[in-house]
């Protein structure tokens, strides 16, 4: 990872490209980004930087959290975000970075908090088929079905498929292409979809598979 960025989700809109082509596009509001705390192999075992993106008020942030700008000296941040990069030696506590760190081409993956969709049963969480309803199944024809095995082990296996909370979980969408970046408003259009609800924070690197 050489280069990323943490932002908030605006919503989707399309542009046109120069042959007249529609491209669908999320639009980002990336940055600016600050650096809170930089990770070193001396004192960490590890090279990484922490950034702080979003305004907050210091008299809303927790007292481990107000000491940890404190020590730095910068200003509180209502999301913080650590990444391992190749190469962090032009970075220091107190560096800016913008939506100008990424470049119109170029391939990204970006990471989320997908929407949450409430209690939900095994037929729209996972796909369960749903039995017959006739023949006698009586009222359970969206249920889940059989839990398992008889004496041997006499319990439910971990990580069994049931009705549950669905949603709000960690989402990685990869090799996705930005389209377009505006320095002046610090936004990024990337070409598709993107995890999480508008308004949602997302985490914007390098992709790993381009």
């Keep these: 990872m050489k280069k990323a960025i943490i932002g908030r989700k605006l919503g989707m809109t399309q542009i046109f490209d120069n042959a007249g082509n529609v491209i669908p596009v999320t639009v980002v509001e990336a940055g600016p980004c600050l650096v809170t705390f930089k990770k070193t192999n001396e004192n960490d075992g590890y090279e990484a930087v922490q950034l702080g993106f979003g305004e907050i008020k210091a008299s809303k942030v927790t007292k481990p959290m107000k000491g940890h700008f ?11 975000k650590e990444f391992r990069l190749d190469d962090i030696s032009a970075l220091n506590i107190g560096d800016v970075v913008k939506a100008d760190t990424f470049a119109e081409g170029e391939a990204v993956d970006v990471t989320g908090r997908s929407k949450g969709k409430g209690y939900a049963g095994v037929i729209k969480r996972h796909g369960f088929h749903r039995l017959k309803m006739s023949h006698g199944t009586g009222p359970v024809a969206r249920h889940g079905g059989s839990m398992g095995e008889c004496s041997t082990p006499s319990r439910v296996y971990k990580g069994k498929k049931m009705a549950g909370h669905m949603g709000t979980e960690k989402v990685t969408v990869q090799n996705l292409a930005v389209v377009k970046v505006d320095v002046e408003n610090n936004i990024l259009a990337i070409k598709g979809a993107i995890p999480g609800p508008k308004g949602g924070y997302v985490f914007i690197a390098d992709s790993v598979k381009a």
């Design 70 to 80: 404190d020590k730095n000296d910068v200003a509180p941040k209502r999301v913080l």
